[in-house]
């Protein structure tokens, strides 16, 4: 069982930053590989960026390569999501996901991001 706590979502202007924190607790979180996804209001989940467990990859959505980075710090037991250059269209629902062999089978509860303009 793996606990996941997303926090730093919020409201900004387009163009603006924001770093979303994903905090886990449970099972050993250093083997897990991790990912962000998002949902906007009336539309599906989508994908947003995943790194490995090892940290030594990434995988971003054409939508946001470029603007923001996924990273993890295994001692703490975190992954963030650092956002920058945000657009209305980042409005969403940000969720945590932790996957086991090949689907993300844990899920945060989310955090909210609005961007306006």
């Known amino acids: 069982q793996v606990q996941l706590v997303e926090s730093g979502g919020g409201l900004v202007q387009a163009g603006g930053s924001l770093r979303l924190s994903c905090a886990a607790s449970?099972?050993?979180?250093?083997?897990?590989?991790m990912g962000w996804f998002r949902q906007a209001p009336g539309k599906e989940r989508e994908f947003v960026a995943r790194i490995t467990w090892s940290g030594g990859s990434t995988y971003y959505a054409d939508s946001v390569k470029g603007r923001f980075t996924i990273s993890r710090d295994n001692a703490k037991n975190m992954v963030y999501l650092q956002m920058n250059s945000l657009k209305p269209e980042d409005t969403a629902v940000y969720y945590c996901a932790a996957m086991t062999v090949t689907t993300y089978d844990y899920w945060g509860q989310g955090t909210q991001v609005t961007v306006s303009s």
């Open positions: 449970g099972r050993t979180f250093s083997r897990y590989s």
